[in-house]
């Protein structure tokens, strides 16, 4: 039998797209990053591909003067206010270290994210305990503990919380407010408009009946009011419409009730850029228009001006952190050229979740070749499992090379799972040109040890 050879196949794409984004520039990286002329990177002095030979990959750093920096810029922006680290993004002993000393209080919405910083030593007093639905545990961690504030968000609880505390002590609560306000980067990150699960809502009358349940409570103190637009907001007039919405609940409060309430929290959500060029949300330009809306607003309506809390977590950790990938396999089809990496929607379900797109580049070497448009893919059995497309990386990205993703230092961890049971990464610490593990990588033997039936 005679075998027809078949023409050989294309190895890239016919017609490569040209790269969305040709910035070459550290803009949106930790500011301690350098590219050397070799094509290495390091972060606070030390090379992100020696934290990979000595860590393995996956493996996420995160830039200690980074998250330092940020919560000073906080606290300088908010003197007036309590800046409480919302530690949903990312959350460790060491990071509840640094925020701690840092002056910040910190934002828990678990016992587990409660207990561990309180056993880091961080004081219950300046820790919010949120959630839309606080499972027991929850409950008893935060009175056992000593928790700062409860934020209550439906009716239901505030009987819950008050049976709860013990005669003759007093537990400090807030009430989250549903303003009507939504905003955020996705639809599924905005919290603060009508319909969604959080809060109680201002216009149908339920937060206002709640000010009266609780203030009807021996064993709760009500110190104010509570709001969380949404996550990742690149504006501010969603706050300064926030804060005169929850001033008129305050003034009503007041007016009804004869109570003044001393405190405002406006959450969290500031946007933070992931790629070159994306806008953000500046700390001193929120707190300037905020204090400025509080102060006419409180004016107008006769009030004293409240103590301001905020939340931020994306902002404070999401870009001193970077993942390191390590490059399994790639593969030009007519249509794309894909670099698959050992990682993806296991360590970061960010892009399966909301869609969004990062901007990788080529670490430990510098690539030789032309750049072409690329789609970095995940490991994982999705096809949703990308993490970036349209990146201009070198033509010649072979497996064994390695990438490295900035901005990942927010809800990439923290949203983890084991999908296909592969491990979580480790967290390397980095300052002043040393590297130290904050957290080690999840084993299979880790994954193993919890199937415990047969
Ligand atoms: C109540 C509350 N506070 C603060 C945050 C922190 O949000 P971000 O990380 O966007 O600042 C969140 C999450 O969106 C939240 O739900
Ligand atoms: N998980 C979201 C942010 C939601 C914050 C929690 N309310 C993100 O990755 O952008």
Known sequence: MTVT????????????ERPQDQDEGLSVWPASAVDRPDGRLTVAGVALDEIAE???????????????????????????????????????????????????????????????AVTTGFP????????????????????????????????????RIAAAVPPGSEQKVMLRVTPGIGAGGHAKI?????????????????????????????????????????????????????????????????????????????GGGHGVAYRPGDPVLDPAALAHRVRVELIESCAGAGLPVPR?????????????????????????TAARVFVAVDGGMSDNPRPALYGVRYAPRLIGRRGAAERVATTVAGRHCEAGDV?????????????????????????????????????RPPVVAVSAGTSRPLVRRETLEDLRARDVGL
């Open 124 to 159: 219950p007093d300046r820790i919010l305990l949120h959630g839309n639905a606080k499972s027991p545990e929850d409950l008893r961690t935060a009175l056992r503990l000593g928790v700062g504030r409860i934020v209550i968000d439906s009716p239901a609880e505030i009987a």
């Open 308 to 332: 301001l809390i905020i939340e931020p977590g994306r902002a404070i950790v999401g870009p001193a952190g970077v993942a390191v990938y390590r490059v399994l396999a790639v593969k030009a």
């Open 190 to 266: 905005r919290t603060g408009s009508e319909g969604q699960k959080f809060g109680l809502s201002l216009r149908d009358g339920h937060a206002q009946h709640a000010v009266a349940r609780v203030l009807g409570q021996p064993r709760l103190r009500l110190t104010g009011l509570h709001c969380h637009l949404g996550s990742q907001i690149t504006t501010v007039k969603p706050y300064l419409a926030a804060v005169r919405r929850l001033v008129g609940l305050m003034a009503r409060t007041r007016d009804l009730y004869g109570v003044v309430l001393p405190e405002l929290d406006l």
């Open 54 to 116: 000595r860590h393995g990959t996956p493996v996420y750093v995160l830039d200690e003067d980074e998250v330092r920096g940020r919560c000073r810029r906080y606290r300088d922006a908010f003197p007036e206010a309590d800046v409480h680290y919302a530690a949903k993004a990312f959350l460790c002993r060491a990071l509840a270290h640094w925020v701690e000393e840092e002056g910040l209080g910190l934002d828990v919405c678990s016992a587990g994210e409660l207990e561990l």
């Open 387 to 423: 993490l970036a497309e349209n990146v201009p990386l070198p033509a010649d990205v072979r497996p064994g090379d390695l990438l490295a993703v900035p901005v990942a230092g927010a809800y990439h961890l923290s949203m983890a799972s084991s999908y296909n049971l592969v491990g």
């Open 5 to 16: 050879p078949l023409p050989p196949l294309p190895l890239s794409p016919t017609a490569p």
